[in-house]
C-alpha cells in the first residue's frame, strides 16, 4: 500500500542554523505534498505545501523542495527560531482519492 | 467562523462503553476526514467523507462507525470501547474536489481503560 517515511523522527539545532527534514513517498502519481506544525496539544496548522509541477516553493524562512523521479521531498527552515520547536509532519496525496497518508513525524528543538 | 469543531475536548470511558465523537464545520466544505494520533505513529485516516452521503473506510476502520449526518456534520462512532482506542482524534475538512489544504479541529483526547 501507500506509504510516506520521514526522517529523522528527532532533530536538535542551535537557535540561527538550518533545519532540514525529509520524505519519501510510494506513490508515484501523488501529486500533493503539505507540511503541517503541530505545537504541544494543538492541532496540526498546515505551513507550507507544494504540487506535482512545482519543484521548489519558498515563504520567508521556510521552503520545501519536489524530486519526483526519487519521489522525495524536503522542508527546509532557515535561521531558526525558539519558536519553530514542534512536531513537523509530512503528508501525500494517494492519486485517484481524496485521501492522504502522513509521516511519522520530527520532532525539532531549537536550542537557544 | 468557528472553522472545524469537536465535542468532548477529553473523555474516559471504560471498556466496553460507547460513545460519539462529533464534529461540525461552518466553512461549507465538502470533505470531512476522521483522524487518530498515537504517540510515534503520526496520523492514521480511520474514515472520511468525500461528499455528503458518502462515507468510506481509511487506514484503521475497525472498531469505528461514522456518520455525515448532513453537508456540516461527521461523527465517529465507538460501538464497544477497547484501550487500544485510547488516543488524540482529529477531524478535518477540505473544500472538494481539485483542491488541498485540510483544515483541522482541535481534537478530543480520548482514554479508555
Known amino acids: 500500500g501507500e506509504n510516506v517515511e520521514q526522517h529523522p523522527s528527532t532533530l536538535s539545532v542551535q537557535e540561527g542554523d538550518s533545519a532540514v527534514i525529509k520524505c519519501t513517498y510510494s506513490?508515484?502519481?501523488?501529486?500533493?505534498f503539505p507540511w503541517y506544525k503541530q505545537e504541544l496539544g494543538k492541532r496540526p496548522q498546515l505551513i507550507i505545501d507544494?504540487?506535482?509541477?512545482?519543484g521548489e516553493k519558498k515563504d520567508q524562512r521556510i521552503a520545501v523542495t519536489l524530486n519526483k523521479t526519487a519521489k522525495h521531498f524536503s522542508l527546509h527552515i532557515t535561521e531558526t527560531q525558539p519558536e519553530d520547536s514542534a512536531v513537523y509532519f509530512c503528508?501525500?496525496?494517494?492519486?485517484?482519492?481524496?485521501?492522504?497518508?502522513f509521516g511519522t513525524g520530527t520532532r525539532l528543538k531549537v536550542l537557544a | 467562523n468557528a472553522g472545524v469543531t469537536q465535542t468532548p475536548k477529553f473523555q474516559v470511558l471504560k471498556t466496553g462503553q460507547s460513545m460519539t465523537l462529533q464534529c461540525a464545520q461552518d466553512?461549507?466544505?465538502?470533505?470531512m476526514y476522521w483522524y487518530r494520533q498515537d504517540p510515534g505513529m503520526g496520523l492514521r485516516l480511520i474514515y472520511y467523507s468525500a461528499s455528503e452521503g458518502t462515507t468510506d473506510k481509511g487506514e484503521v476502520p475497525n472498531g469505528y462507525n461514522v456518520s455525515r449526518l448532513n453537508k456540516r456534520e461527521f461523527s465517529l462512532r465507538l460501538e464497544s470501547a477497547a484501550p487500544s482506542q485510547t488516543s488524540v482524534y482529529f477531524c478535518?475538512?477540505?473544500?472538494?474536489?481539485?483542491?488541498?489544504?485540510?483544515?483541522f479541529g482541535p481534537g478530543t483526547r480520548l482514554t479508555v481503560t
Open positions: 507544494i504540487r506535482s509541477n512545482v
Open positions: 478535518a475538512s477540505k473544500p472538494g474536489q481539485g483542491t488541498y489544504e485540510q483544515y
Open positions: 466553512m461549507n466544505h465538502n470533505s
Open positions: 503528508a501525500a496525496s494517494i492519486a485517484g482519492t481524496y485521501k492522504y497518508i
Open positions: 506513490d508515484s502519481a501523488s501529486n500533493y
